[in-house]
């Protein structure tokens, strides 16, 4: 019931990770809107539990998002009745093999691309889906994040859904941005100091009450780190818009 009420004011599941809140509020405030009737066309790679489809779709975009998890896309398809949403059930790591005429408006890869070896890959393959002028959004773990009270996980040696890197500079993304004629829009840290305190208390301690008491947290603390600590240098994720170019 909780996930419901969650899912159905914001878009987001909550599932205890706050922070996917904060990536929400950054999408939200740096999505074009668009009249529904404009055409205009989104592409989630790794649409995860769907929560940017449905606010593209309130947006004005026609919406397709993509998962090689089944499951997946199937709750999506549950908790919205909407038959225009078009899902796909394909590996990120083969986006060149992807069967599509359509070239996209906007595509969106949210903490994805450190499950990847091959992250040049995939944004050279995010970029050739891209009309003209189009917009890639795209987050990922910061390289220098730091979660308070958290012993750091070992990463994946394998792709098996876990993370095979600790995360990214903006360095580093934006070389292979420019590499394949994408130009940077907006750079901004995600998840500051009070989200990533909050992320890693409701980590340690798992009371589904504590989950409850954790959603006026989650809006409040994002709303205070984004006026005094949005350029905090350990926040949890790295977060870019990159243009393609003319050609």
């Known amino acids: 019931m909780l996930k419901r009420i969650f899912f159905y004011f914001f878009g987001v599941i909550f599932n205890g990770d706050n922070c996917a809140y904060d990536r929400y509020i950054w999408l939200n405030k740096h999505l074009p809107i668009f009249n529904k009737n404009e055409g205009k066309e989104i592409l989630d790679v790794g649409c ?9 779709k309130k947006k004005g975009y026609n919406v397709t998002g993509l998962s090689f ?4 896309l199937s709750k999506i398809r549950s908790r919205v009745k909407d038959e225009s949403m078009n899902l796909i059930n394909h590996d990120v790591r083969c986006l060149d093999k992807l069967n599509s005429k359509t070239k996209y408006d906007v595509i969106v890869n949210f903490e994805n691309i450190e499950h990847i070896f091959d992250y040049k890959k995939l ?40 993370h095979v890197t600790r ?35 409701t980590r340690i301690i798992k009371w589904k009450l504590l989950k409850i008491a954790t959603i006026p947290l989650t809006i409040l603390f994002n709303f205070i780190d984004n006026i005094f600590n949005k350029n905090y240098q350990n926040s949890l994720s790295v977060g870019l818009i990159l243009q393609k170019q003319d050609t």
């Open 48 to 56: 995860g539990n769907g929560w940017a489809l449905l606010l593209a």
């Open 167 to 201: 995360g990214f500079t903006f360095g580093q993304l934006e070389e292979e941005a420019s590499k394949n004629g994408l130009r940077v829009v907006t750079k901004s840290y995600i998840s500051h100091r009070l989200s990533l305190m909050l992320l890693g208390f």
């Open 123 to 162: 944004v050279k393959d995010m970029s050739e889906l891209l009309k003209n002028d189009g917009l890639i959004f795209i987050t990922t773990p910061n390289l220098f994040h730091k979660i308070p009270l958290i012993k750091e996980t070992k990463l994946s040696e394998i792709e098996d859904g876990g």
């Open 69 to 72: 998890d089944k499951n997946d």
